[in-house]
T-cell receptor, first 113, second 111 residues
Framework: KAGVTQTPRYLIKTRGQQVTLSCSPISGHRSVSWYQQTPGQGLQFLFE???????NKGNFPGRFSGRQFSNSRSEMNVSTLELGDSALYLC????????????FGSGTRLTVV | DQQVKQNSPSLSVQEGRISILNCDYT??????FLWYKKYPAEGPTFLISISSIKDKNEDGRFTVFLNKSAKHLSLHIVPSQPGDSAVYFCAASGEGNDMRFGAGTRLTVKP
């Protein structure tokens, strides 16, 4: 059974650019959540998608957006990148949300220079 | 909004001794709590969970305790092993289905 796949693993972007990260959940999982991990801040919740609809959203600016496709794959987009956006972005998939437990991908390491 | 807090950024224990990691939460609507373990360059992996109807859940060397009145949970690892050295995240979930994590505690188990 394939796990959660995140691409790319590493990314270097320049301030002001935009970036799109991809997440393929475990087959059959309909919930995909995105988290930002920075030192000292732990995992900050970005948003959760379920059946192509954004079901929950964290406290991030509108520059952070996402979407989910009919096959449950999800993308996260960050526009007008800032240096502070440098972080590990983790995707987690679940059958239906928190109660079902999450399986995490290995993350995308984004560096903004 | 830090709804889940891990106030100790790091913990160091001797091999064979007990490791106790603590976590506090503020949202009384949380009803499911989990601990995740994370190694560098990997995503977090699920360790153990507990629902709000219980106050203790045990799995081998790992035990999670929940004190709902204090909005506090803890993870006990007995005996601690060097391979347990990792960052441990406490997480909580409620009716909103999303999951909130603490900032993590880096556990170092010394041989």
């Amino acid at each position: 059974k394939a796990g959660v796949t995140q691409t790319p693993r590493y990314l270097i972007k320049t301030r002001g650019q935009q970036v799109t990260l991809s997440c393929s959940p475990i087959s059959g999982h309909r919930s995909v959540s995105w988290y930002q991990q920075t030192p000292g801040q732990g995992l900050q919740f970005l948003f959760e998608y379920f059946s192509e609809t954004q079901r929950n959203k964290g406290n991030f600016p509108g520059r952070f957006s996402g979407r989910q496709f009919s096959n449950s794959r999800s993308e996260m987009n960050v526009s007008t990148l800032e240096l502070g956006d440098s972080a590990l972005y983790l995707c987690a998939s679940s059958l239906g949300g928190g109660w079902y437990g999450y399986t995490f991908g290995s993350g995308t390491r984004l560096t903004v220079v | 909004d830090q709804q889940v807090k891990q106030n100790s950024p790091s913990l160091s224990v001797q091999e064979g001794r007990i490791s106790i990691l603590n976590c506090d939460y503020t949202n009384s609507m949380f009803d499911y709590f989990l601990w995740y373990k994370k190694y560098p360059a990997e995503g977090p992996t699920f360790l153990i969970s507990i629902s709000s109807i219980k106050d203790k859940n045990e799995d081998g060397r790992f035990t999670v305790f929940l004190n709902k009145s204090a909005k506090h949970l803890s993870l006990h690892i007995v005996p601690s092993q060097p391979g347990d050295s990792a960052v441990y995240f406490c997480a909580a979930s409620g009716e909103g289905n999303d999951m909130r994590f603490g900032a993590g505690t880096r556990l170092t188990v010394k041989p």
